[in-house]
């Protein structure tokens, strides 16, 4: 065992499976996706969301996810589209391209959890999850502490 503090150790963990999601990627033809791409890929909606939204959801300001969003846009993943609700506003949707991307990333994040499981016990990852998945709620105010 290690000495080294929970959080970074999480966060070397992360770093590992992020490489490995874009090495994957690239590997697949989605050459062009970056790790910073994930403001948008992660929280986009099903039917798009507003810049606004997508901005709250990661974490990150409107003007660096609306860079994000052009970058994406021009590689042919996203696409700005009049707002439903709003027709001043624009509503940000994943291209048919940038679906398949989405899903591949889904996939290959389903197969490095599935050889977790496989070398570490199903009861293990599963473990692993809910304590991960109540130190976030905790963090963000959502369960007593």
């Not at 999601?21 to 969301?49: N, Q």
């Not at 846009?73 to 991307?101: F, M, Q, S």
């Amino acid at each position: 065992m290690t000495d080294i503090p929970l959080p970074p150790l999480l966060g070397e963990l992360k770093e590992l499976a992020i490489a490995e999601l874009h090495r994957r990627l690239h590997e697949e033809g989605y050459s062009e996706v970056r790790p910073g791409h994930g403001c948008v890929f992660r929280f986009i909606d099903t039917e798009g969301s507003r810049l606004t939204d997508l901005a709250e959801r990661s974490g990150y300001s409107k003007q660096a996810v609306g860079e994000v969003t052009a970058d994406l846009e021009a590689l042919g993943y996203v696409e700005r589209i009049p707002d439903p609700l709003d027709g001043r506003a624009k509503t940000i949707r994943l291209t048919e391209h940038g679906r398949y991307a989405q899903a591949a990333a889904a996939r290959i994040f389903s197969e490095i959890e599935r050889r977790w499981a496989e070398q570490f016990g199903d009861e293990r990852i599963a473990q692993l999850r809910e304590t991960v998945e109540l130190l976030l709620a905790a963090e963000r105010g959502a369960v007593p502490a």
